[in-house]
Structure formats: C-alpha cells, structure tokens
C-alpha cells in the first residue's frame, strides 16, 4: 500500500485529481470507477477546473460509479446518478453515454446488478477506481462483514450509514435503506485504486484499513491484499495511525527513486 499524509483536504483532492489526471494522459480512453459523498466533491471540482482549462479531455473516458440507492431514480435530487450529473459529469467534456450508475430504479434489481457486471467487463475492466471510506470501514455500500469475495449485489445500509447520509435528505423525505453496489471482489479486480480521506471522522476506518487485520468487519482491509493501492489522506485522518514518519518516509524514498529513474 502506498500512503500519502497531506496537509488538509484540499492537498488531498488536489493530490487524487492529480492522479486521475494523469492516468487519462496515459490513456485517454481510461476506464474509471468513481465516487459519491462528500469526500470526491473537492476532487471533482479540481477535475472540472482542469477540463474548463483544456488541460485534460474527458471525450474518450468511460466511468462506472460504485453505488446507487434503490428505490430512486436517476431525476431524484439524493440519488448517486443525480450527484454526479451534478458534480462532475455536466461540467466536463464526457458523454453522458459512457457514464454509468448502477439502476436505482430497475425493476429487477438483482438482474440490473449482473448487467453491470457484465458492462463493466465488457469495457475491459475498471483501471482506476476512487474509493471513498465510511467511518465503519465500508467501500462502496460494502458494510462490515459484507463478503470478500461479492459481486455487485442489492445490499442493506446499517444505521450507521443511513445515520450518517441523513443530511443530504429533508425532514420526513423517504431514505432508501438499500442499496446497488459494487462488491468487494469487483473493486478489487480494479487495476489501481485511489482511496481518499480526510477528517478525524475517518481515523478510525484508516488506521483499520492499513494497520488492521484483513477482516470482513472493516471491508476496506481487504486492499491489503491489492497490489497497486494509494491511500491519500490529510492529517486528521491520519492521526490513529501508528506510525505515520514510517510512511511518510518510505514516500519521500519512493519519490527519490523515481526522480533518479527518471534521470532529474
Ligand atoms: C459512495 C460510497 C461510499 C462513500 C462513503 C464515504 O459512492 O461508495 O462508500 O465513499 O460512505 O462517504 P463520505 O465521503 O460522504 O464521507
């Protein structure tokens, strides 16, 4: 695992853009697998500002989002695909045809998962894939204990969770309780992962993910097992963690080797 300690939010979504970024100049015709919540908002307001610069071109890229709640559809104002529409895709240079969001509103949603799937795959495979973290550990709407090994499935919220998403909904408005998601195996089958924190609010999940035994209660562990990971976070988020010079230290190695590689 790779792990990046920043200043403070803005140095985070600056550093995960960034990221981004630079895998669409490898290959313009990337896929993503991208992110709802609060903690991509900053990223994708950098992504947009890039774009509306004519430094970065979204034209060729296809993405695939992680989660949508069931029960709403795309025109509802909580629903993921709304979000996105919202906070990325209507400011930037994609076709709306190569972003998908899993169906919130199909009528058979246990088919609507096996279909994404299947168009995942069909584009090749998700080469970056930004994860956000709940404060339980969960990726996506893959909450403690879900299976290591699932597929995009129909998966109930815990409270936490639903605790947690409230304030994006009115008083009294109906909060879905289930959700589409990704699972753990079809994030983990991602080339590269992205995974993004900031707050005291996530020290807890960060330090299980990096420090803590692989185990289905904190989902985000498993991606010690993934080979090419990059954990960017500020340093409220980091502050549980056991030994944070130790990685600090490991990235300014990492950064030298790569500058003496590249002959600067
Ligand atoms: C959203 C998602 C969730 C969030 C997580 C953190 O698509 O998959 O796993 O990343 O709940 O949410 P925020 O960023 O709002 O703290």
């Known amino acids: 695992m790779r792990i990046v300690v920043l200043e403070d939010a803005d140095a985070v979504a600056a550093f995960g853009a960034n990221h981004i970024i630079e895998g669409i100049h490898r290959k313009p015709e990337i896929t993503l697998g991208l992110a709802t919540g609060s903690s991509p908002v900053r990223l994708y307001q950098n992504l947009i500002q890039v774009n509306q610069e004519h430094k970065v071109s979204f034209q060729k890229v296809s993405t695939f989002n992680l989660d949508e709640y069931l029960g709403l559809d795309g025109e509802h104002p909580q629903s993921y695909r709304y979000f996105m529409n919202e906070q990325l895709f209507n400011h930037i ?72 998403n409230r304030r994006f909904f009115a008083e009294g408005e109906f909060q879905p309780r289930l959700s589409l998601t990704m699972g753990i195996s079809t994030i983990m089958e991602a080339q590269e992962i992205l995974l993004i924190a900031t707050g005291a609010g996530k020290a807890e999940a960060i330090k299980n993910t990096i420090e803590g035994p692989v185990s289905a209660f904190c989902p985000a562990s498993i991606l010690q097992m993934h080979a090419k990971v990059v954990v960017v976070i500020d340093k409220a988020a980091a502050q549980e963690l056991k030994d944070v010079s130790f990685y600090e230290y490991i990235e300014q190695e990492q950064q030298r080797l790569l500058a003496a590689v590249k002959g600067e």
């Open 93 to 164: 240079d994609i076709d709306l045809n190569n972003t998908h969001v899993p169906n919130g509103a199909a009528k058979n949603p246990l088919s609507a998962c096996e279909e994404y799937e299947q168009a995942i795959r069909n584009r090749g495979g998700i080469e970056i894939q930004l994860l956000g973290i709940g404060r339980n550990g969960h990726i996506g709407f893959n909450e403690p204990t879900s299976s290591l090994s699932s597929r995009t499935r129909v998966k109930t919220l815990t409270k936490d969770t639903v605790d947690a």
